[in-house]
């Protein structure tokens, strides 16, 4: 659904995506991580159509972005980070006015629709200035599903919202999956990723340093949390013991970070009963690998 | 249509503004304030005159009260409609709506249009609420109908090309207040322009816009003066929608 060859762009000298080179299948959702300036909503821009590339190609559904932008732009919604929201407009009336200018068939059908569909309808009438902020997000994720694109482009768009709000979105996100729509979405909460996404992009300084399915980048050296009551010397000399245990990581509270090269938790149990074995757990490593990967390269 | 309903959205923007209410009324109260001392003058002079049938004769509604009117609408429109369009293009800079028409399947050219019409909508809105000075002289004689219409579209050029200098200043920077006092002082600069030269012909006087409009106000519509405003329209237009392609490229 979306292929990326060599995407580059630069701002005068700096170079914010060298090189990108990435495909997303249709219906598949994709997350996109990074730190802070490292080239995540450059990339989700040019896709969207609203930036130009210094080099390179994006197409999607086979079409290119710089050569018809606008039949791209016909099957793209996308959310920025700050949702363009004119405020001094009702939800409806603003819907409405989306909806016409990205030629949607029948704009007031679709409006309706997607105003059922992101749950707005209690405040439809009211004027976007006095919403709360996760309203305001829906709006924005109205904004960019009223033409009933194939390819969805959200930049964080869980960010400044409470737990309550954030799992609103996911659900909502989860539910367009279904119904084919490809998405690509930017995040800085990781266990988001691992609860939405089929794959994930770790971009660093403009460049992908990883893409791979959550599960195998999570999985990718296992990772062993253990916690003893009786902290000592020992206890890492024991767990080191263990065949299969790379490296034990001493923590403070009696925790010792154990990473093994395969599945180990059995015979780390046995070896930490001795000296009061309170917790054993499998640590979620995406963090791990996100801070790993990111830290590498810089 | 996506021009349409652009300038649709424009228009209910500036009625939603205290800026659009204000530019409104300060417009109504300022030509009614004029129109009220002139008509007084005119009404004192014609008194004087009643003795001197010769000199009453060529003291004409149309010449002493319709053409100096246009005149003074003129000013006060060049002075309300940077205000217009100050908000255009830097208020969706600072809002970040721009993204929402950049990321839509729309034109430049749609997006820079729609914006000048519904801008130009809300003038010609202005010009229409004076009409009733006009003609409710009709009720005490016979104004020259043809100066009236040529006044009016004198007024609908320089606000058209004051409307598109506005647009191209607001497409510049995120900041209102910089858009206002470029357009402000840029549009005032070409009206004083036309008092620095006696002769009309002179080349500084024809840069002026006034120069070009003070025939129109006394009923001398001339094709080169027409042209001078569109063209003058046309090419900031053109210069927006430059800059907003760039801003792509930026």
Request: net charge neutral; glycine share 8%; charged share 15%.
């Amino acid at each position: 659904m979306i292929r990326v060859e060599q995407l580059s762009k630069s701002y005068g000298p700096a170079r914010a995506i060298d090189g990108l080179a990435f495909t997303v299948d249709s219906g598949e959702i994709v997350g996109f991580l990074g730190p802070n300036g490292a080239g995540k909503t450059t990339t989700m821009r040019i896709l969207a159509g609203s930036l130009a590339a210094t080099s390179g190609r994006a197409l999607v559904g086979g079409v290119d972005v710089f050569e018809r932008p606008r039949t791209v732009k016909a099957m793209v919604g996308y959310l920025p980070e700050n949702p363009p929201l004119y405020t001094e407009m009702t939800v409806r009336q603003y819907l409405r006015f989306a909806a016409r200018i990205k030629g949607t068939a029948a704009p007031d059908v679709a409006v309706e629709h997607t105003i059922d569909r992101v749950g707005l309808g209690v405040v439809a009438h009211r004027l976007i200035a006095h919403l709360s902020k996760g309203f305001r997000q829906r709006v924005g994720l109205a904004q960019a599903l009223v033409h009933s694109p194939r390819v969805l482009i959200l930049d964080e768009p869980s960010s400044g919202l409470d737990p309550e709000q954030r799992k609103g979105i996911r659900a909502l996100v989860k539910a367009l999956a279904v119904d084919e729509v490809t998405v690509i979405l930017s995040t800085h909460v990781l266990p988001e990723v691992e609860a939405l996404c089929d794959r994930v992009i770790i971009i660093h300084e403009g460049r992908i340093v990883a893409q791979d399915s959550v599960d195998a980048l999570a999985g990718s050296g296992t990772a062993i949390r253990v916690r003893v009551a009786r902290p000592a010397a020992e206890v890492a000399d024991a767990l080191n013991a263990v065949v299969g245990v790379l490296e034990v990581e001493p923590s403070v509270d009696g925790v010792y970070r154990v990473s093994a090269s395969r599945d180990v938790r059995e015979a780390v149990a046995a070896a930490a009963v001795p000296f009061g074995l309170l917790e054993l757990g499998a640590q979620r490593r995406l963090e791990d690998v996100f801070l790993r990967l990111t830290g590498e390269a810089s | 249509m996506s021009v349409f309903h652009i300038a649709a959205r424009e228009l209910r923007a500036v009625f939603t503004t205290a800026t659009g209410w204000l530019v409104l009324c300060g417009w109504l109260l300022i030509t009614g304030l004029f129109w009220v001392v002139m008509v007084q003058n005119y009404a004192m002079q014609s008194r004087d005159l009643v003795f001197n049938p010769y000199a009453a004769a060529s003291l004409g509604f149309t010449d002493f009260l319709i053409a100096p009117f246009f005149g003074n609408c003129a000013v006060v429109l060049l002075m309300l409609t940077p205000a217009v369009t100050m908000r255009l293009f830097s208020e969706e800079f600072k809002q970040g709506t721009m993204e929402l028409l950049l990321t839509s399947p729309i034109s430049t050219l749609q997006i820079v249009l729609g914006k000048y019409l519904g801008a130009l909508g809300f003038v010609l809105v202005l010009l229409a609420l004076t009409l009733h000075f006009p003609l409710g002289l009709a009720r005490w004689g016979r104004p020259d109908w043809g100066v009236v219409a040529s006044g009016y579209l004198g007024l609908a050029l320089l606000s058209s090309a004051v409307l598109a200098l506005g647009l191209w200043f607001s497409s510049l920077t995120s900041n209102q207040l910089v858009a206002l006092v470029l357009t402000f002082t840029t549009a005032l600069g070409l009206l004083v322009l036309g008092w620095s030269s006696q002769d009309p012909a002179d080349w500084i006087a024809q840069i002026s816009i006034m120069s070009h409009l003070n025939d129109l106000f006394i009923g001398v519509v001339r094709l080169s003066d027409v042209v001078y405003c569109v063209a003058f329209t046309a090419f900031f237009l053109f210069a927006t929608h430059q800059r907003m392609e760039s801003f792509r490229w930026s």
